[in-house]
């Protein structure tokens, strides 16, 4: 059957809608995907909760609620950004979804830009979830900080989506799966994320603070609990986002 004058005819959607549709189809698929929203939501509210809770684990000084929220909103950042992407990119390869898409109308381009905002989406949809858990619990942010906040949120995102593409775009699908949840785990427990690197053994401390897990727990913890930015916590999520995006760009494949 021939194409209807109007099929023929008929144009590509602007780059914004075609970029905005697959944004909204990625962030979706994301909320919809159960082993994502259990590392996306569920364990945060539940790292939150049960840290309020006790006090057998040393969190700092100061309320301990004021304490645990800005660490479980860096953890959110690291499930969505990191986690969620590497293991997204990981089997969109193996299945051969990023090749198709980078060759459609969306292109590479905005497919790129597309999963950008949809991480962003769910991260905004994550703070909402643990702040309101957290005034729940007693919360008492400084409001002044929300600014500095912002910025280490915009610069840990960066950082995390170019460590999961480095991972999800080189690796086999089945070793991203494995290998990104181990981290989450890791940085969970030592990486600086929840529990300040100044609370840990003395010897994890000079690594801890190099991390990127680190440097976005601690800014966020400085803005919200002390209404003060961190130029030094954002250097080093630069100097990481900047070096996987290279490598990234360098390494990254789009179909096994």
Same mark, same amino acid.
């Given at each position: 059957?021939?194409?209807t004058?109007?099929?023929?005819g008929?144009?590509?959607?602007? %780059? $914004?809608?075609?970029?905005? #549709?697959?944004?909204?189809?990625?962030? !979706?698929?994301?909320?919809?995907n159960?082993?994502?929203l259990?590392? @996306?939501? =569920?364990?945060?509210?539940? =790292?939150?909760?049960? /840290?309020? @809770?006790?006090?057998?684990?040393? =969190? *700092?000084?100061?309320?301990?609620?004021?304490?645990?929220?800005?660490g479980?909103?860096?953890?959110?950042? !690291?499930?969505?950004?990191?986690?969620?992407?590497?293991?997204?990119?990981?089997?969109?390869?193996?299945?051969?979804?990023?090749?198709? /898409?980078?060759?459609?109308?969306l292109?590479?381009?905005?497919?790129? /830009? %597309?999963?950008?905002?949809?991480?962003l989406?769910?991260?905004a949809?994550?703070?909402?979830?643990?702040?309101?858990? *957290?005034l729940?619990?007693?919360?008492?942010? $400084?409001?002044?900080?929300?600014?500095a #906040?912002?910025?280490?949120?915009?610069?840990?995102?960066?950082?995390?989506? @170019?460590?999961?593409?480095? /991972?999800?775009?080189?690796?086999?699908?089945?070793?991203?799966?494995?290998?990104?949840?181990?981290?989450?785990l890791?940085?969970?427990?030592?990486?600086?994320?929840?529990?300040?690197?100044?609370?840990?053994?003395?010897?994890?401390?000079?690594?801890?603070?190099?991390?990127p897990?680190?440097?976005? *727990?601690?800014?966020l913890?400085? @803005?919200?609990?002390? *209404?003060s930015?961190?130029?030094?916590h954002w250097?080093?999520?630069?100097?990481w986002?900047? =070096?996987?995006?290279?490598?990234?760009?360098?390494?990254f494949?789009?179909?096994?």
């Amino acid at each position: 059957m021939s194409a209807t004058p109007m099929a023929a005819g008929a144009a590509a959607a602007p %780059a $914004r809608t075609r970029v905005l #549709a697959q944004a909204r189809f990625e962030a !979706i698929t994301l909320l919809r995907n159960g082993e994502q929203l259990l590392v @996306a939501l =569920v364990l945060p509210v539940a =790292v939150l909760i049960g /840290l309020v @809770a006790t006090t057998g684990i040393p =969190v *700092g000084t100061g309320r301990r609620v004021d304490l645990v929220v800005p660490g479980v909103l860096a953890l959110c950042v !690291i499930s969505s950004a990191f986690t969620g992407q590497a293991i997204s990119v990981g089997f969109d390869r193996r299945y051969g979804v990023l090749r198709l /898409l980078g060759v459609s109308p969306l292109g590479r381009t905005g497919l790129l /830009l %597309a999963k950008a905002t949809a991480v962003l989406s769910v991260i905004a949809l994550q703070f909402v979830v643990i702040a309101g858990v *957290g005034l729940a619990l007693g919360w008492e942010p $400084r409001w002044s900080g929300i600014p500095a #906040a912002l910025v280490s949120t915009l610069l840990g995102t960066w950082a995390f989506v @170019a460590l999961a593409l480095l /991972l999800g775009g080189t690796l086999r699908a089945e070793g991203v799966l494995a290998l990104a949840n181990l981290v989450w785990l890791v940085l969970l427990a030592l990486g600086g994320v929840v529990v300040a690197g100044s609370e840990l053994p003395g010897r994890f401390a000079p690594v801890v603070e190099l991390l990127p897990s680190a440097a976005l *727990g601690d800014s966020l913890r400085a @803005a919200l609990v002390h *209404g003060s930015a961190s130029p030094a916590h954002w250097a080093v999520l630069v100097v990481w986002g900047a =070096v996987a995006t290279l490598l990234a760009r360098r390494l990254f494949r789009w179909s096994d």
